[in-house]
């Protein structure tokens, strides 16, 4: 038989352990800030600002935004250092490392060439290509003659990516002053709108079940109603979302179960449409569509 042995003797007290225990509340509240600031769409801080000078020169807050501009510096890091100079280095630039200056026009003309993209496609653009219809809208390139690509235009607005700019700054640009030739073409369409665009020109399908019925009135209220800041994808409200779900994925859905796929096709080859409405199984909130929509005090025209 096998002998027993016995650890109580054994002296195991002076070991120390490795595993902490955390206040986890604490931890928390510490944490909380870090969580927020992660949480957010749009992020642009001081360390995103680049702001130059020549040598033998030095700019601070008092000098002008032209001097600023003179030097070979961008729109937005400008206008930025300026409203704000705390905690923003201006950076000496080696001799023969001097930034081409843009003019005011050039300036002017690539800040309209994002405005542009924003009120029509929902988004400031990084794209590098100059492809008529894809890169580029046919306006801007047949109209306005704005040759570069986006990418260039944006580079001349800003030394960070536009797109950590929250695009919600259009909605205060006045239409009133605008060229003739660019308030007519924003009247033919603006982003978020091009979606409904069957169910302002389109004869639904015979013999419709009832709710299908229902949605399409509430998406012919949207398609009606006065274009509104809250449908706009750069600024849309909440709300629409609370109250109709993801809304360009239902408006899809509900036009591929209400129209005759030819006649979509036809909004697509005019360029009523962008392109067929796709399929997306998981968002059926149309179904329940009962409240018709009704444009606030947002409009933006």
């Excluded at 986890?24 to 749009?42: I, K, N, P, T």
């Excluded at 169910?199 to 009832?210: I, R």
């Excluded at 509430?218 to 979302?241: C, E, G, K, Y």
């Excluded at 036809?266 to 929509?293: C, E, G, H, K």
Aim: proline share 5%.
């Amino acid at each position: 038989m096998a002998a027993v042995i016995n650890f109580a003797n054994v002296a195991v007290g002076n070991l120390v352990f490795g595993p902490i225990d955390l206040d986890l509340q604490s931890l928390a509240a510490q944490l909380q800030a870090f969580v927020e600031q992660g949480s957010r769409r749009y992020s642009l801080s001081k360390a995103d600002i680049q702001v130059f000078q020549d040598q033998g020169t030095q700019l601070t807050a008092q000098n002008t935004l032209a001097e600023f501009l003179a030097q070979g510096n961008t729109l937005f890091d400008s206008l930025i250092y300026l409203a704000d100079p705390v905690g923003i280095n201006v950076q000496t630039r080696l001799a023969g490392n001097v930034g081409v200056p843009y003019t005011a026009d050039e300036i002017a003309k690539a800040l309209f060439v994002q405005w542009f993209f924003i009120l029509t496609r929902g988004r400031v653009s990084n794209s590098a290509g100059t492809q008529v219809g894809t890169d580029m809208p046919n306006f801007l390139r047949g109209v306005l003659q704005c040759q570069l690509s986006p990418l260039e235009y944006a580079n001349k607005l800003a030394k960070f990516d536009l797109a950590q700019i929250n695009p919600g700054w259009v909605r205060y640009i006045r239409f009133g002053a605008l060229g003739i030739e660019t308030r007519n073409r924003l009247g033919l369409g603006l982003a978020g709108y091009r979606l409904l665009a069957p169910f302002k020109y389109l004869t639904p399908k015979d013999n419709l079940p009832a709710h299908i019925v229902t949605a399409l009135g509430v998406a012919r209220s949207f398609a009606t109603q006065p274009a509104s800041w809250d449908i706009h994808p750069a600024t849309r409200s909440p709300n629409i979302l609370t109250t109709y779900g993801p809304l360009n994925a239902n408006l899809s859905n509900l036009a591929l179960i209400a129209y005759e796929a030819a006649d979509l096709q036809t909004l697509v080859a005019n360029r009523t449409l962008f392109q067929m409405p796709q399929s997306y199984p998981q968002n059926r909130d149309y179904m329940n569509w009962t409240i018709p929509y009704v444009t606030g005090t947002a409009n933006i025209f």
